[in-house]
């Protein structure tokens, strides 16, 4: 079971894949349903604070912990459980450079995975916080032009948009897609299209736009399960070798490199997919707009910094101790760190969301006032 359903259920790029589209989708909410000139300069004056104070914080506290303890028994989780994947953050060279892994989160361009701020952080996926930031430019370019211009052109203009930028393998087409979706939702025009589905000139052929969704699940999860049986790797590199190199010329990757961030197109039809059909039901809407989803959401980054953090250091730590010292098998070992890390990975967000995760969304704010006020 665990076999077949991991494409689905235990695909990183999937997850990684969803909060970028994700997040390009709301970063656009507060603008397009206030739309004013405050609005927009106090969204792009306060998103460096808002995550970067969080990030900076949470890469230093990585910087400073495993520059200070012993990592073998990282190797030795990594060992028991054949996982060739986990390994243990890198160590900055020295303070300087560890400031610069710090601050070049909110500056890196591409090759996201390979700046030294991700390779210090356990799990190496501080780069999806990095590329989410970057993301968020793109969709603050776009958004306000939406609108001021014709809602039929948001189609044409967006769709060309994120073309390009799937053609130059960037995350640009995510966050053109993000930006669509948001403004489906908000837009009448387009909400009122939606739901009226597609129909030739003569209105003789009709399709609902929820059955394309359906669709592109199908179709992007068939796609999955081919990536993951492994098909030879020409057919795989083939299409990553026939784009154009970012502003370079030439190929852009030459071969597909796994280990590197790769917007797939098989994640975007499954993501597109499932927000579309939640659009299209009010019950999803009505769970997913819960309080409880929306604290949650509020504090996903702090949650996110601090359970990695726990996780890489008590959590496996208590289950070599569970396994190897206790004779506990693999799977109780697991189940036990996991359900103590869960409690202490959400009092240690809680506390990371209202001594840093807060006090950044504040002073970003306050940051924009002062520029007002001067």
């Known amino acids: 079971m665990t076999l077949i359903l991991s494409p689905l259920l235990w695909d990183e790029s999937f997850i990684f894949c969803f909060f970028i589209l994700l997040s390009a989708r709301t970063v656009s909410i507060s603008f397009l349903r206030e739309v004013n000139s405050a609005t927009y300069a106090r969204s792009l004056i306060s998103r460096p604070i808002r995550m970067g104070l969080p990030l900076a914080v949470g890469l230093a506290i990585s910087c400073a912990v495993f520059s200070t303890i012993n990592t073998q028994y990282l190797e030795d989780f990594a060992r028991l459980n054949q996982n060739p994947y986990l390994r243990a953050p890198e160590r900055p060279d020295g303070a300087l450079a560890s400031f610069n892994s710090i601050w070049n989160l909110l500056w890196v361009t591409r090759d996201y995975s390979l700046q030294m701020g991700n390779l210090a952080f356990p799990s190496w996926t501080l780069w999806v916080p990095s590329a989410i930031y970057l993301q968020s430019y793109t969709v603050y370019i776009f958004m306000v032009i939406l609108p001021f211009s014709r809602p039929a052109w948001h189609v044409n203009g967006l769709v060309m948009f994120a073309f390009g930028s799937w053609w130059f393998n960037s995350w640009g087409w995510y966050s053109a897609t993000g930006l669509f979706l948001a403004d489906i939702a908000i837009n009448p025009p387009l909400r009122t299209a939606l739901f009226r589905g597609?129909?030739?000139?003569?209105?003789?052929?009709?399709?609902?736009?929820?059955?394309?969704?359906?669709?592109?699940?199908?179709?992007?999860t068939g796609l999955k399960y081919m990536w993951t049986a492994g098909l030879d790797q020409d057919f795989w590199s083939g299409e990553a070798h026939a784009h154009p190199a970012r502003y370079t010329g030439g190929s852009s990757f030459g071969y597909y490199d796994g280990s590197q961030p790769y917007p797939r197109m098989d994640n975007w039809l499954v993501i597109v997919g499932l927000l579309v059909l939640v659009e299209?039901?009010?019950?999803?809407?009505?769970?997913?707009?819960?309080?409880?989803?929306?604290?949650?959401?509020?504090?996903?980054?702090?949650?996110?910094?601090?359970?990695?953090?726990?996780?890489?250091?008590?959590?496996?730590?208590?289950?070599?101790?569970?396994?190897?010292?206790?004779?506990?098998?693999?799977?109780?070992?697991?189940?036990?760190?996991?359900?103590?890390?869960?409690?202490?990975?959400?009092l240690a967000g809680e506390i990371f969301h209202w001594a840093i995760d807060k006090p950044a969304v504040w002073a970003g704010h306050a940051v924009f006032r002062w520029t007002r006020d001067m």
């Open 280 to 346: 299209f039901s009010e019950i999803a809407k009505t769970i997913l707009s819960s309080k409880i989803f929306k604290l949650v959401g509020r504090r996903s980054l702090s949650y996110y910094l601090t359970s990695t953090l726990l996780m890489y250091t008590a959590g496996v730590k208590i289950f070599l101790y569970c396994n190897v010292s206790a004779g506990y098998s693999s799977a109780s070992a697991k189940a036990v760190a996991f359900f103590v890390v869960l409690p202490c990975s959400i």
């Open 198 to 220: 597609w129909s030739n000139s003569s209105g003789s052929v009709r399709m609902p736009y929820w059955a394309l969704a359906a669709v592109f699940v199908a179709v992007g």
